[in-house]
C-alpha cells in the first residue's frame, strides 16, 4: 500500500472514532460543564489499559399497559484485566452498608481480585456472581482437580425497584454472558445502560457514568480510570461544578406511586499506578469525596461501596515462593488521591447527563436533568 493511500486509511478510520464517539449520549464537557484535572482519551475507565466494559440493558413490556410486568434493569461487567482471571492488587471500602458486594472478604484476605467485576439490581446479585463464575470456569478452566477458575467474583448492587419490577427477577445467566462477551476498551456508553438502567440520582434520572485523569509522577504518567453505577440522592443535595443545582431546579420531580427510600451508589477504581492493596484501600475511600463533591453525605439506607484495582501486579519467582512488588511511596499518593476525587465527581455527572426520561413499574416516571436549565442555573452563578 503506498503511503499515500495508508495516510487516508488511518485518518478514514480516525474519523471512525470520533463519530462513534460523537453519537454517544451527551456528556457534562459536552454542555460546557467544567470540571479540575486531566481527563484521558476518552475520559472513561477504559483509558486504563487492559480494563473492559460490557453492558446487558433490559427493557421489556409497556408500563402504560402491562402493570407490573415491567422490565428496566440490566447488567454491567468490568473486567480489570482483560479476559483473563490472572489477579490484579485490588482494596475496597465502605462509606455506608446498606448495600451488598461480594467478594470482599477475599480481597482482604489476599489483596487481590480475580476476574471480571459485575454490578446489577439488588435481587439478581447471586445470579450475576453465578454466572459470571460459570463464564470463568468454561473461558479459563485447566481441568486440574485444584480449580480456581470460578473464584470469588466480586459483584455489587444497586436497588431499581422504583422502575423495576424487581421482585420479577428479569436478569438471567444468558444475560451476563452476553455482557461478558460483548465487553471492549475504548468509549463507553452512559446512562439509562446496564445495572444502571433504572436508576436515580438525586432524584432525576440516573444509571451508569464514566471519567478518568491522567497523572504524572516524577518521569512516569499514570491513569486514574473511575466508573460508578449511581442511584442516590436527595434533590436539595445536588451540587454541580460548586453550583447548589438541587436548590435552583426543583421541577422534574419524579411521579412514583409511594415514597422512594435512599438509593446507593457502586464505584470502580482502576489504576496503573504501581500500589499495593492497602494503599488502594486508601484510594477506593477517597471516592467517597468525589460523591461529597456532588452533594452525597451517605445516608442510612444508602449503600455506597467502592473498589479500587491496579492492573500492575507482582512478579512472582519461577518456584511462586517469592512476590517482587515495585509501588509508589506513600507520599506520592496525593496525586492519585485527587485523580480519584476527580473522577469520580464527573463520573456521577456524566451518568446524569446522558441519562434520558424513563417510566416503569407501576407507571412510575423518573425525568432526565433537563440540561439548557441547567447551563442556565449554572451561568448564572458562575456570573
Sequence with gaps: MKKSALLLTVLLLSLLVQVSAQSLNPRARGLGISFEGIPGKNNSITDVKGVLVG????????????????ARTGVTVILPNGRSIDPVPAGWFCLNGDGEMTGTTVIDEYGFNYGPIGITNTNSVGIVRDAIGE???????????IDYSFGLPV?????????????????QKQDVFDALNNAH??????????GGTGMSLFMFKGGSGTASRVIKIDTATYTVGVFVQGNYGRRSDLIIS??????????????????????????????????LPAQLKLVAKRA?????????????????IFIAFSTVSPIENKKGTLESWNVLPK????KVYGAT???????????????????????NTIYALPHDELMKVIKNYKR
Design 55 to 70: 453492558y446487558k440493558t433490559i427493557i421489556k413490556g409497556d408500563a402504560a399497559h402491562n402493570g407490573k410486568d415491567v
Design 135 to 145: 463464564w470463568n470456569v468454561k473461558n479459563f478452566s485447566k481441568g486440574s482437580t
Design 155 to 171: 459483584v455489587a448492587e444497586t436497588f431499581d425497584g422504583v422502575l423495576n419490577n424487581v421482585n420479577s427477577f428479569y436478569v
Design 185 to 194: 476498551e475504548g468509549p463507553i456508553e452512559e446512562g439509562n445502560v446496564g
Design 242 to 275: 460548586g453550583v447548589p443545582v438541587g436548590k435552583e431546579i426543583t421541577g422534574h420531580m419524579p411521579v412514583i406511586a409511594s415514597n422512594k427510600k435512599d438509593g446507593s451508589i457502586i464505584i470502580v477504581i482502576a489504576t496503573n499506578a504501581p500500589l
Design 288 to 304: 467517597s469525596l468525589g460523591v461529597a463533591r456532588n452533594g452525597g453525605i451517605g445516608r442510612n439506607g444508602s449503600g455506597d
Design 331 to 334: 507520599e506520592q499518593l496525593d
Design 341 to 363: 476525587v476527580e473522577a469520580t465527581e464527573e463520573a456521577i455527572i456524566n451518568a446524569m447527563i446522558a441519562a434520558k426520561d424513563m417510566t416503569g413499574f407501576n407507571g
